[in-house]
C-alpha cells in the first residue's frame, strides 16, 4: 500500500498486527507520516533507495506491507452490487471501488479478465475502499449473475433509457463493462434493463470509472428520496 489515507484506513480498520512500515526518511519530517510510523514496525530509507524499491511511479513517502484482509461477508438487502466485466486498467477499477464504496454498494463482483483489485495501483485508486467492501474476484459473471438475487441493469452506451428516467429502487445490480469491448453477449443477455448516460451531442463517451460513479450515485439520490 502506498499512501497516507490508505495506510491509515487499513491501520484504522485491522489494526497494526503483521504491518511493516517502509518510509521515506525526507517524510518522517510530515506529522501524518511520523505519526504512523509509531504505530507499526518501521523502517526509514534513504529517499533514493525508497523511490527505487515503491510499486508506484509517484510514491508519497510512505509504504506499507500488510496482511491481506479477510473476505468480507456480502450483506443481502444492504446497498447495491457492482459487476466488473472485463475492467483491465487498475485505475478505473480502483476508482469504481472508491465511488461504489462511497455511493453505498454492498459488494462489487470482478470477472476473470479485471485488473487486480488488490495491486497497488488499484489499492491507491480504491483509498481503502477494498476494505469495506466484499470483493469477489476471479468470477464466471455470466454464471453467477442469476444466484445474486439482483435485478440487473447494463450500463450501456447504446441503450434507450436515460439513466434519470429509470427507476433503481430494490437490489439492483449494475453490470459496467470495460471501455473496449464492453459487457459480453453471455451477460449483456441476463440483463433486466440498460441505461445510458445522457451526455450531450458531439461528446462519444465517459470514462468508464465516472460513467459507474454517475450511475452509484442515481442509485443513492433515488435510494434517499
Known amino acids: ?14 489494526g497494526p498486527e503483521g504491518v511493516e512500515l517502509v518510509v521515506k526518511r525526507s517524510a518522517m519530517k510530515h506529522p501524518e507520516i511520523g505519526a504512523l510510523a509509531q504505530q507499526a514496525r ?6 533514493s533507495l525508497f523511490d527505487e524499491v515503491a510499486p508506484v511511479e509517484f510514491p508519497l513517502g510512505i509504504l506499507a506491507v500488510a496482511p491481506m484482509p479477510g473476505a468480507i461477508a456480502l450483506s443481502q438487502g444492504r446497498g447495491f452490487q457492482v459487476l466488473l466485466d ?29 485488473a487486480d483489485p488488490w495491486s497497488p495501483k488499484c489499492l491507491r485508486g480504491g483509498m481503502g475502499a477494498q476494505f469495506l467492501l466484499a470483493v ?53 443477455a441476463q440483463a433486466q434493463a440498460r441505461i ?25 439520490r433515488q435510494a434517499n428520496a
Open 86 to 114: 472485463g475492467v483491465r486498467d487498475p485505475g478505473n477499477v480502483g476508482a469504481i471501488l472508491r465511488s461504489a464504496a462511497a455511493a453505498g454498494a454492498s459488494a462489487v463482483h470482478l470477472s476473470s479478465d479485471c
Open 1 to 14: 500500500m502506498d499512501g497516507v489515507h490508505l495506510v491509515q484506513s487499513y491501520l484504522e480498520r485491522f
Open 136 to 188: 469477489q474476484e476471479h468470477r464466471s459473471l455470466a454464471l453467477d449473475a442469476g444466484g445474486l438475487g439482483a435485478r440487473l441493469i447494463a450500463c450501456t452506451t447504446d441503450a434507450e433509457t436515460s439513466l434519470f428516467d429509470a427507476h433503481l429502487g430494490g437490489n439492483v445490480g449494475f453490470i459496467v463493462g470495460g471501455e473496449g469491448p464492453g459487457i459480453s453477449p453471455e451477460l449483456l
Open 42 to 47: 518501521s523502517t526509514a530509507l534513504s529517499d
Open 196 to 220: 445510458r448516460v445522457p451526455m450531450r451531442p458531439g461528446v462519444e463517451s465517459l470514462n468508464v470509472g465516472a460513467a459507474a460513479a454517475v450511475c452509484f450515485y442515481e442509485w443513492a
